[in-house]
């Protein structure tokens, strides 16, 4: 069997490839592959859309002894590394390729001009729904529904064609047998005695062994069929247990014990036809032998809560699926479930429950495994009394003979619903945990619930009095979540719970929002009325609410926190812009990461007296919440001296020893700051010191670009530094532009902005408002390059009124 898939270049590809192997390898009946195959998809496809970055291509091809899985992606020039050796805990790559080396027999890479495939191949180790070869005992385990090998032969006696059931059974290809003869893949010695095999007569049948491609005897039973004398003959194989497919005369019908069927089955029944097919017959036959109206096979469900009808005869097709309970009508009794039960006049008393208007008797019997009850089989009739204790005997037979093939049924069934439910949980879990936003959780959690668990759900916060607070509702209809919540509204806080079920016509479940040993609201799940949340969906149910839980309480922390922080790093930045009459500000601040408002850059301007004014660009070492407590001591201190009277250079040389005595908690700093005196004319003197900053631009109103100032040592390295103050004159119309590395240091690859990046651009300003010339310098950084910036960033452009 063979089957493959394309996924883009998206997370979510991962999953949808899981699901993809899982639901393929289901359908192939391969079950016993599907752990070890899920596990290596994962890590497979993750790597390709994580590292390779392109469409990846998954490929299944399952044969008689195992399963090749391939994963394919359009990044042929990212080598993988061919060692299985434990990667570091840390690593970001290579994981998959260990996992896969661990998981396969064999696995390998294959490089071409446009692609790499990583390829592994599984072997089945249990026999299972599929061929298996058994070295030690020389047999072939059967294939569901029946393969048969049908090889073509020449007149010589060589292989002419070879189907699929005959590579599956024997393990050669097509290519490797063609043009064979056929008498070299088989043992010397027949296991039924024969000298020759005239696979030229009209028509032979019997036993020999037949080598397969690994070594092994197969012990095969052979027909050959439309044999021509000189032309070739047809040679059908089967595995000697399955000879019934192609014996004549048919066996005669036996059971393993010996015992005589009650239904009159081929004793490879249930291998020739699969466990669903098989038990489909029997209840026909059953139904057929009791002379019934109908029949139906119910198995338990969901940790044997219940019963489920799976498979029936003559009965409305409506009820398949139908559940119920021990003591209903049409199930066991609840205190003797081991016991037959017959019901000769059933009246009202609940047939309807099997989608017959005209039952009138009804006969029930347990399907027993190990002295559990893992089912019932039941027959129904329009007639009053219609079942003697003779037929209750039969049937009980019955169940006794069906009962290993239904528990088989009934695990295979179990154990996929709870590998789905098991791949639900995780990706519920995935999605809750992926957001910090309070809202956002709590409409994920409606989303995870309905509809795979509930028809409808509401979540109820509590509030400052631990009162629950009808936050969101959701349901499967659209239209009618509207008019769900006004009758949650409605409802009484003390009602009880059969009243409100009554009252809303529903099943309703309330599940506890528990986080870190309190309450913090309630998870409420509405379905049917004849249809509660039980079994293992309600243990998914509660699982879910634990998770919903932490992942709700976890974001309302986080925003807290944030609302917390936002508003500290608020108060490191000048509340508003002054104005003053002899210069016009413009002011642009970026934090770098998307929830910051302030990190290691600020600005400040402000009055200090005499009509003269403070201006300060700073950067600290690094971002984020450390970088913004030294932000705060640095322009708090400055502000403080400067409104003192101090001069520039010793209130930077004062900052320097307050950096220090932080101690550990001290960073590096960054500084131009300067005082703006007004002069005669309009014009602005500028008393300056660029304590290793990056040194201001000034654009003359002329058009032309200077630097001014000197570097000086920076503050937060040396002990004891001194500053000298330089002195600037800027005329009317003049613009002073100051900015932290976080424009110069922009970079695209190997590009940077730098200086002169930047003076290019303040080279077209011309007579822009200051504001304006600010914003323009933000959008030259954001433009420079596709990657969000990394680097906190600020700009202060001030420029002296122009002229009238």
Same mark, same amino acid.
């Given at each position: 069997?063979?089957?493959?898939?394309?996924?883009?270049?998206?997370?979510?590809?991962?999953?949808e490839?899981?699901?993809?192997?899982?639901?393929?390898?289901?359908a192939?009946?391969?079950?016993?592959?599907?752990?070890?195959?899920?596990?290596?998809?994962?890590?497979?496809?993750?790597?390709?859309?994580?590292?390779?970055?392109?469409?990846?291509?998954?490929?299944?091809?399952?044969?008689?002894?195992?399963?090749?899985?391939?994963?394919?992606?359009?990044?042929?020039?990212?080598?993988?590394p061919?060692?299985?050796e434990?990667p570091?805990?840390?690593?970001?790559?290579?994981?998959?390729?260990f996992?896969?080396?661990?998981?396969?027999?064999?696995?390998?890479?294959?490089?071409?001009?446009?692609?790499?495939?990583?390829?592994?191949?599984?072997e089945?180790?249990?026999?299972?729904?599929?061929?298996?070869a058994?070295?030690?005992?020389?047999?072939?385990?059967?294939?569901?529904?029946?393969?048969?090998?049908?090889?073509?032969?020449?007149?010589?006696?060589?292989?002419?064609?070879?189907?699929?059931?005959?590579?599956a059974l024997?393990?050669w290809?097509?290519d490797?047998?063609?043009?064979?003869?056929?008498?070299?893949?088989?043992?010397p010695?027949?296991?039924?005695?024969?000298?020759?095999?005239?696979?030229?007569?009209?028509?032979w049948?019997?036993?020999?062994?037949?080598?397969?491609?690994?070594?092994?005897?197969?012990?095969?039973?052979?027909?050959?069929v439309?044999?021509l004398?000189?032309?070739?003959a047809?040679?059908?194989l089967?595995?000697?247990?399955r000879?019934?497919?192609?014996?004549?005369?048919?066996?005669?019908?036996?059971?393993?014990?010996?015992?005589?069927?009650p239904?009159?089955?081929?004793?490879?029944?249930?291998?020739?036809?699969?466990?669903?097919?098989? /038990?489909?017959?029997?209840v026909?036959?059953?139904?057929?032998?009791?002379?019934?109206?109908g029949?139906?096979?119910?198995?338990a469900?969901?940790?044997?809560?219940?019963?489920?009808?799976?498979?029936?005869?003559?009965?409305?097709?409506?009820?398949?699926?139908?559940?119920?309970?021990?003591?209903?009508?049409?199930?066991?009794?609840?205190?003797?479930p081991h016991?037959?039960?017959?019901?000769?006049d059933?009246?009202?008393?609940?047939?309807?429950?099997?989608?017959?208007?005209?039952?009138?008797?009804?006969?029930?019997?347990?399907?027993?495994?190990?002295?559990?009850?893992?089912?019932a089989?039941?027959?129904?009739?329009?007639?009053?009394?219609?079942?003697?204790?003779?037929?209750?005997?039969?049937?009980?037979?019955i169940?006794?003979?069906?009962?290993?093939?239904?528990?088989?049924?009934?695990?295979?069934?179990?154990?996929?619903?709870?590998?789905?439910?098991?791949?639900?949980?995780?990706?519920?879990?995935?999605?809750?945990?992926?957001?910090?936003?309070?809202?956002?959780?709590?409409?994920?959690?409606?989303?995870?619930?309905?509809?795979?668990?509930?028809?409808?759900?509401?979540?109820?916060m509590?509030?400052?009095?631990?009162?629950?607070?009808?936050?969101?509702?959701?349901?499967r209809d659209?239209?009618?979540?509207?008019?769900?919540?006004?009758?949650?509204l409605?409802?009484s806080?003390?009602?009880?719970?059969?009243?409100?079920?009554?009252?809303?016509?529903?099943?309703?479940?309330?599940?506890?929002?528990?986080?870190?040993?309190?309450?913090?609201?309630?998870?409420?799940?509405?379905?049917?009325?004849?249809?509660?949340?039980?079994g293992?969906?309600?243990?998914?149910a509660?699982?879910?609410?634990?998770?919903?839980s932490?992942?709700?309480?976890?974001?309302?922390?986080?925003?807290?926190?944030?609302?917390?922080g936002?508003?500290?790093?608020?108060?490191?930045?000048?509340?508003?812009?002054?104005?003053?009459?002899?210069?016009?500000?413009?002011?642009?601040?970026?934090?770098?990461?998307?929830?910051?408002?302030?990190?290691?850059?600020?600005?400040?301007?402000?009055?200090?007296?005499?009509g003269?004014?403070?201006?300060?660009?700073g950067?600290?070492?690094?971002?984020?919440?450390?970088?913004?407590?030294?932000?705060g001591l640095?322009?708090?201190?400055?502000?403080?001296?400067?409104?003192?009277?101090?001069?520039?250079?010793s209130?930077?040389?004062r900052?320097?020893t307050?950096?220090?005595?932080e101690?550990?908690?001290?960073?590096?700093?960054?500084?131009?700051?300067g005082?703006l005196?007004?002069?005669?004319?309009g014009?602005?003197?500028?008393?300056?010191?660029?304590?290793g900053?990056?040194?201001?631009?000034?654009?003359?109103?002329?058009?032309?670009?200077?630097?001014i100032?000197r570097?000086q040592?920076?503050?937060?390295?040396?002990?004891?530094?001194?500053?000298?103050?330089?002195?600037?004159? /800027?005329?009317?119309?003049?613009l002073?532009?100051?900015v932290?590395?976080?424009?110069?240091?922009r970079?695209?690859?190997?590009?940077?902005?730098?200086e002169?990046?930047?003076?290019e651009?303040?080279?077209?300003?011309?007579?822009?408002?200051?504001?304006a010339?600010?914003?323009?310098?933000?959008?030259?950084?954001?433009?420079f390059?596709?990657?969000?910036?990394?680097?906190?960033?600020?700009?202060?452009?001030?420029?002296?009124?122009?002229?009238?």
């Amino acid at each position: 069997m063979h089957t493959q898939r394309t996924f883009a270049a998206d997370g979510r590809s991962v999953s949808e490839a899981r699901r993809f192997v899982r639901e393929t390898l289901e359908a192939w009946g391969a079950e016993d592959l599907i752990d070890e195959a899920v596990l290596a998809t994962s890590e497979l496809v993750t790597n390709a859309v994580v590292h390779a970055g392109t469409v990846v291509r998954v490929t299944l091809l399952l044969d008689a002894q195992g399963m090749r899985l391939e994963v394919q992606d359009q990044h042929p020039h990212r080598a993988l590394p061919l060692g299985t050796e434990q990667p570091d805990v840390d690593t970001e790559h290579g994981r998959g390729l260990f996992i896969t080396a661990n998981l396969a027999s064999s696995w390998g890479v294959d490089y071409s001009a446009g692609a790499k495939r990583v390829w592994l191949r599984l072997e089945r180790v249990e026999p299972a729904t599929g061929v298996v070869a058994r070295q030690e005992t020389g047999r072939v385990e059967d294939l569901p529904g029946g393969a048969v090998a049908v090889i073509e032969l020449t007149g010589d006696g060589t292989v002419r064609s070879w189907n699929h059931d005959a590579t599956a059974l024997l393990g050669w290809t097509t290519d490797e047998v063609l043009g064979l003869p056929w008498v070299d893949l088989l043992e010397p010695t027949a296991l039924e005695p024969r000298t020759t095999v005239p696979w030229t007569e009209q028509r032979w049948q019997g036993v020999c062994v037949v080598r397969r491609k690994t070594g092994a005897p197969a012990e095969m039973f052979v027909s050959t069929v439309n044999a021509l004398p000189g032309e070739g003959a047809v040679v059908l194989l089967v595995p000697s247990s399955r000879r019934s497919l192609l014996e004549w005369p048919a066996p005669t019908p036996r059971v393993a014990t010996g015992a005589p069927d009650p239904l009159g089955l081929r004793e490879n029944a249930l291998n020739r036809l699969g466990s669903q097919a098989y /038990l489909d017959l029997v209840v026909e036959r059953s139904r057929d032998r009791l002379s019934a109206q109908g029949a139906y096979l119910m198995l338990a469900r969901d940790m044997h809560s219940d019963f489920e009808v799976v498979t029936l005869s003559g009965l409305d097709p409506a009820i398949r699926g139908a559940r119920l309970e021990l003591g209903d009508v049409g199930a066991p009794e609840v205190r003797n479930p081991h016991l037959p039960v017959r019901l000769p006049d059933l009246g009202d008393s609940g047939a309807h429950l099997l989608g017959v208007e005209d039952a009138r008797s009804l006969l029930v019997v347990p399907v027993v495994v190990e002295g559990q009850v893992i089912g019932a089989l039941g027959v129904v009739s329009e007639v009053r009394d219609d079942f003697s204790d003779a037929q209750a005997v039969l049937l009980q037979r019955i169940a006794n003979m069906v009962a290993p093939a239904a528990d088989r049924a009934r695990l295979r069934v179990s154990q996929r619903e709870r590998r789905g439910w098991l791949t639900f949980l995780a990706e519920s879990g995935d999605l809750l945990a992926g957001s910090l936003d309070p809202e956002m959780t709590m409409a994920i959690t409606g989303q995870v619930v309905v509809p795979q668990l509930a028809s409808w759900c509401a979540l109820y916060m509590d509030d400052e009095r631990g009162q629950p607070v009808l936050e969101q509702v959701w349901h499967r209809d659209e239209d009618e979540g509207s008019r769900l919540r006004e009758a949650l509204l409605e409802l009484s806080p003390d009602q009880s719970p059969e009243s409100r079920d009554k009252q809303l016509d529903a099943s309703v479940l309330d599940i506890p929002l528990v986080a870190r040993g309190r309450r913090i609201g309630v998870l409420t799940l509405g379905r049917a009325a004849e249809d509660p949340l039980r079994g293992e969906p309600l243990v998914v149910a509660e699982s879910i609410a634990r998770r919903a839980s932490l992942a709700i309480d976890n974001a309302r922390t986080h925003g807290e926190l944030q609302e917390i922080g936002e508003a500290l790093q608020r108060s490191l930045l000048p509340a508003t812009i002054p104005s003053s009459p002899s210069f016009d500000i413009g002011v642009v601040y970026e934090a770098a990461g998307e929830r910051s408002l302030v990190g290691g850059d600020f600005y400040d301007v402000f009055p200090i007296g005499g009509g003269r004014w403070c201006f300060a660009v700073g950067d600290v070492c690094g971002t984020g919440a450390e970088a913004a407590a030294v932000t705060g001591l640095a322009r708090h201190t400055i502000r403080a001296l400067m409104l003192a009277g101090f001069p520039v250079a010793s209130t930077l040389e004062r900052l320097n020893t307050a950096i220090m005595e932080e101690g550990a908690r001290s960073r590096f700093l960054t500084v131009v700051c300067g005082v703006l005196q007004p002069e005669s004319g309009g014009r602005l003197r500028v008393s300056m010191v660029s304590a290793g900053h990056p040194l201001p631009h000034v654009v003359r109103r002329t058009g032309r670009i200077d630097q001014i100032g000197r570097p000086q040592s920076l503050l937060g390295v040396l002990d004891k530094v001194e500053f000298v103050a330089d002195e600037h004159l /800027l005329d009317r119309g003049d613009l002073l532009v100051a900015v932290t590395d976080g424009v110069l240091e922009r970079r695209d690859g190997t590009r940077m902005l730098g200086e002169e990046g930047l003076r290019e651009d303040l080279a077209a300003v011309g007579p822009l408002p200051p504001q304006a010339v600010a914003e323009r310098i933000r959008r030259l950084v954001r433009d420079f390059a596709r990657e969000p910036q990394a680097d906190d960033m600020a700009v202060l452009a001030i420029r002296v009124t122009p002229a009238d």
